[in-house]
Every structure is written in C-alpha cells, then in structure tokens.
C-alpha cells in the first residue's frame, strides 16, 4: 500500500463519523419537524442518540444529543417558555449518550435501563428545582418570575424515562435482527 493511499483511507476513517453524524442530523431534523406526539418523536430522538453513537461514536452523538432541543425549539416543538431548560436537556441527553457508552461493555441492557435512569432523573430534578425556584427575569415592569405550565413540567418527566427506554429498545432490536440476518448470509 502506498503513501498516498494510506492518507485517503485515514482521511475517509476521519470524515465517514462525521457524514454518517449529519446523516443523523437530518433524521433528527425529520423526526422532530414533523411535530408527532412527544412519545413518538422522543422515542425516534433517543433512538437516533444510540444509532449515531454505534455508528459514528460519542463525540458524534453528544453533539447530536446537544443540538436537538434547539432543533426542537427553532420547529416550535419545544415552547419557548422553557428555553432555560435547553442546557439542561442537552447535558441529558449527552449523558444519555455517554452513560450507556461507558456501561455497555458490561451488559447493554443494564447500560440502556441505568443511562435512560439517568436521563429521567436529571430532567425530573431540574424541572422539580425550578418549579420551587422560578428563574426570575427583568421586564421594565420589573422583576417578574417564570411558573413552568404543568403540561410542561409532565413532559419533562415520566415522558423521559418511557422515550428514552423504548428509543433505546428499537436500536437494540434492530442491531439484533440487522446481526441475525447478517448471519444468514
């Protein structure tokens, strides 16, 4: 092999993570903008988390995991009333990501029940924080605080852990059957 095929196949080993993440990107873009009941959108985001770490890896996937509360708010999937909670929803879906990343080597079903665990109960902490701590914002009226409508505050909890479990359930469903006719080949 020679010098300047080994830099193609490692510049194509450096980009194939990063095309196979926009190809995700745009699933992502699909699933959330076609403004679907949350247990379906929520299902296919977390579905595409886990596909996009198996397949391109966790930078990838933390990335990906960050960028859909905004594309979730730009659609108007997510009111904007709850824009203070977008950092909070990317740091749980990066840990989504990174929590079943590191445990999956010891069982992936531990790995998807304690990192979907994990995504629920930093969602269920955070809105349960700021529904007794109301952030408060300056208006020229004066200082006024933001009471998150109820409907809100559900969608922030159970939703998560049931989204997250069966978004995880279909990728390793279909990674099994995917291996499974593979083997029959």
């Known amino acids: 092999m020679n010098m300047r095929t080994m830099i193609q196949k490692q510049e194509l080993s450096l980009l194939l993570p990063w095309g196979i993440w926009a190809v995700h990107l745009g699933m992502a873009f699909l699933a959330i903008g076609l403004k679907m009941p949350q247990w379906l959108t929520g299902t296919l985001v977390n579905a595409l988390l886990l596909s996009c770490l198996f397949r391109a890896g966790w930078k990838q996937a933390v990335l990906l995991g960050m960028i859909t509360p905004l594309i979730a708010t730009s659609v108007g999937v997510l009111p904007l009333p709850i824009i203070f909670m977008l950092p909070l929803i990317a740091l749980a879906n990066a840990g989504y990501v990174l929590v079943f990343d590191w445990a999956q080597a010891k069982s992936v079903s531990g790995a998807l029940l304690l990192s979907a665990f994990l995504k629920f ?15 408060a914002y300056q208006t020229p009226g004066g200082i006024n605080t933001l009471e998150i409508p109820a409907a809100i505050k559900y969608m922030m909890t159970w939703p998560q852990l049931f989204t997250a479990l069966a978004g995880g359930a279909m990728v390793l469903g279909l990674q099994r059957l995917a291996a499974r006719l593979g083997e029959k080949k």
């Open 121 to 135: 109960g930093l969602l269920f902490i955070a809105v349960t924080w700021l529904t007794f701590t109301p952030p």
